[in-house]
């Protein structure tokens, strides 16, 4: 019987970091050894940083970006472990660290981990290809719960890159991420993100495209966050042994082509 595939979590103490824990104990073929957090978090039941990723092959990360682009660093510096990325509200310098990271180790990197979400966005870019800008407006909406501290969230901006390309366009050209006082017609073009934050909602996503004489829209509702933990434990048995690079969930479900 193959040696199970040694996971460490990050962001331990946070509610995705606990649900990851409770996916991976959960999953055949996999061992939880290690779960970590900030330094000036109370410790008991965890593991230094230096121990966990010493003891493991991937580790599973739901923490912030800053911690996110520090941890990319330091498992290139070692030469591994593989990492599992799930947190949002990258900058840009923070992507092209965790890129310059994926040189050295694997990474996967998502803003969603539901294979229904990844399946919309391929329905999204599908449908922008068919549905003309100068008939349709594309709006993002997104609702999360109170305590989420980026907008719009990792999921719209993955859902509006998806109507963009599907146009061929660059989202950074066409996006309007807020509208607030007198601000003129629409452009033809543009792509609109809408954003909600209250109480406990998991997640939902909608992409609207408005006709004048009809609206489409596809949408996904999260009822549950531990579909996300799962889909990041597959996206870790999957990255487990892969060679270093710039990974996400597309390539793990296989809608790139790849095993």
Not at 78 to 93: N, Q
Not at 202 to 208: N, P, R, W
Request: charge should be negative; hydrophobic fraction near 45%.
């Amino acid at each position: 019987m193959p040696d199970p595939i040694r996971i460490a979590v990050a962001g331990a103490l946070g509610r995705m970091g606990r649900a990851a824990a409770a996916a991976v104990e959960a999953r055949d073929g996999l061992e939880l050894v290690a779960r970590f957090d900030r330094p000036e978090a109370p410790q008991d039941g965890l593991t230094p940083i230096d121990a966990a990723l010493g003891g493991c092959d991937v580790v599973i990360d739901f923490s912030t970006p800053a911690a996110s682009t520090a941890l990319a660093q330091l498992s290139a510096a070692r030469g591994g472990p593989a990492l599992v990325i799930g947190s949002t509200g990258f900058d840009e310098a923070q992507i092209a660290a965790i890129t310059q990271a994926a040189q050295n180790i694997a990474i996967v990197r998502a803003g969603n981990f539901s294979l229904g979400v990844n399946t919309l966005l391929g329905l999204v870019a599908q449908a922008a290809r068919a549905l003309s800008a100068d008939a349709y407006d594309i709006e993002v909406y997104e609702a999360h719960h109170r305590r989420k501290v980026d907008a719009p969230s990792g999921t719209a901006l993955m859902l509006g890159e998806a109507a963009a390309q599907g146009r061929g366009q660059a989202l950074s050209d066409v996006a309007v991420r807020g509208r607030d006082g007198i601000t003129g017609a629409r452009r033809t073009g543009d792509i609109g993100f809408s954003v909600v934050r209250g109480g406990g909602i998991v997640g939902d996503h909608s992409v609207i495209f408005a006709a004048e004489d009809e609206v489409l829209t596809l949408s996904h509702r999260a009822m549950d966050r531990g579909l996300f933990a799962r889909g990041a434990v597959e996206a870790a048995r999957w990255v487990a042994g892969r060679t270093p690079g710039a990974y996400d969930m597309m390539d793990v479900l296989g809608f790139k082509g790849g095993t």
